[in-house]
């Protein structure tokens, strides 16, 4: 489900389609792995989104 902004979570991974600015989720929830993952963080809602890449 997709919030305008949620503050609550400080997210760094500009390549996933729901970061806003480089700090923030546009998620309203998030899922997190236990980290047993071939990503490298740990955030189970990551989307990669190839045009933020271009």
Same mark, same amino acid.
């Given at each position: ?9 400080? &997210? +760094?991974? &500009?390549?996933?389609k ?15 792995t236990?980290?047993?993952?071939? #990503?490298?963080?740990?955030?189970? #809602?990551?989307?990669? +989104?190839?045009?933020? %890449? %271009?």
């Amino acid at each position: 489900m997709k919030n305008k902004i949620n503050k609550g979570i400080d &997210c +760094d991974v &500009c390549a996933c389609k729901h970061n806003v600015r480089g700090c923030n989720c546009d998620l309203k929830n998030v899922r997190i792995t236990s980290g047993n993952t071939d #990503s490298m963080h740990f955030c189970g #809602s990551f989307e990669n +989104d190839a045009q933020k %890449n %271009n």
